[in-house]
């Protein structure tokens, strides 16, 4: 059974800087692009980042361009998301997820994985 889980998050003043890490177990993860989306309470859960198997193909949404960078160790099943400038709407909790059909490439969309961690909350203060 595949299984994700992350952490890093937690509380920051805006400016400041988090790293997420998002570690696999019992799938073959070089051969998946993984997500990294979040929700806000009262919105929906929206795209973040993703990355290729390699590693070689990212992809941001324009809200964290140029202050988050997604990143992989496929010799340790692990996916990462730095986040630096960080804002208050960034606040959310942050989610890692699998694509779905290994080899596929990576995708911006919620209904493109199909397996989830369970979340890891942010919180920017002002």
């Known amino acids: 059974q595949v299984q994700l889980v992350e952490s890093g998050g937690g509380l920051v003043q805006a400016g400041g800087s988090l790293r997420l890490s998002c570690a696999a177990s019992g799938s073959i993860f070089s051969i998946y692009a993984m997500g990294w989306f979040r929700q806000a309470p009262g919105k929906e859960r929206e795209f973040v980042a993703t990355i290729s198997r390699s590693g070689s193909t990212t992809n941001y949404a324009d809200s964290v361009k140029g202050r988050f960078t997604v990143s992989r160790d496929n010799a340790k099943n692990t996916v990462f998301l730095q986040m630096n400038s960080l804002e208050p709407d960034d606040t959310a909790v942050y989610y890692c997820?699998?694509?779905?059909?290994?080899?596929?490439?990576?995708?911006?969309?919620?209904?493109?994985?199909?397996?989830w961690g369970q979340g890891t909350q942010v919180t920017v203060s002002s």
């Open positions: 997820a699998q694509r779905a059909g290994y080899y596929n490439p990576v995708s911006t969309r919620p209904n493109d994985y199909n397996v």
